[in-house]
């Protein structure tokens, strides 16, 4: 029900946007999310989005360099990575909550996209 697509190679310091379409049923109403999980480690939060687009959290990591948005009307999610890091590669998720706030627990997920960023 969640598709994510947008992955790929990357160079440091260059940008990639990754989307996450949803089918089967609306996401308009939910708080969405963006997750990764690298290599040996366990996954992390990313980013999330409030279902009116009125809030957005984000990870220290990824502060002012990522930018989540939505656009309702094409039941789809975005993550503008830019300048991205080599320490930014990872296996990307996007997941959806029905819960108050963007903490979640997240219900639904769609498969990973592959990032990898170059040095």
């Known amino acids: 029900q969640l598709q994510a697509s947008g992955g790929g190679l990357v160079q440091a310091g260059g940008s990639l946007r990754l989307s996450c379409a949803a089918s089967?049923?609306?996401?308009?109403?939910?708080?969405m999310g963006w997750f990764r999980q690298a290599p040996g480690k366990e996954r992390e939060f990313v980013a999330a989005?409030?279902?009116?687009?009125?809030?957005?959290y984000y990870a220290d990591s990824v502060k002012g360099r990522f930018t989540i948005s939505r656009d309702n009307a094409r039941n789809t999610v975005y993550l503008q990575m830019n300048s991205p890091e080599p320490e930014d590669t990872a296996v990307y998720y996007c997941?959806?909550?029905?819960?108050?706030?963007?903490?979640?627990?997240?219900?639904?997920w769609g498969q990973g996209t592959q990032v990898t960023v170059s040095s």
């Open positions: 989005i409030s279902w009116s687009s009125s809030s957005t």
């Open positions: 089967g049923r609306t996401f308009s109403s939910y708080a």
């Open positions: 997941a959806a909550t029905n819960s108050h706030g963007l903490g979640g627990p997240y219900d639904y």
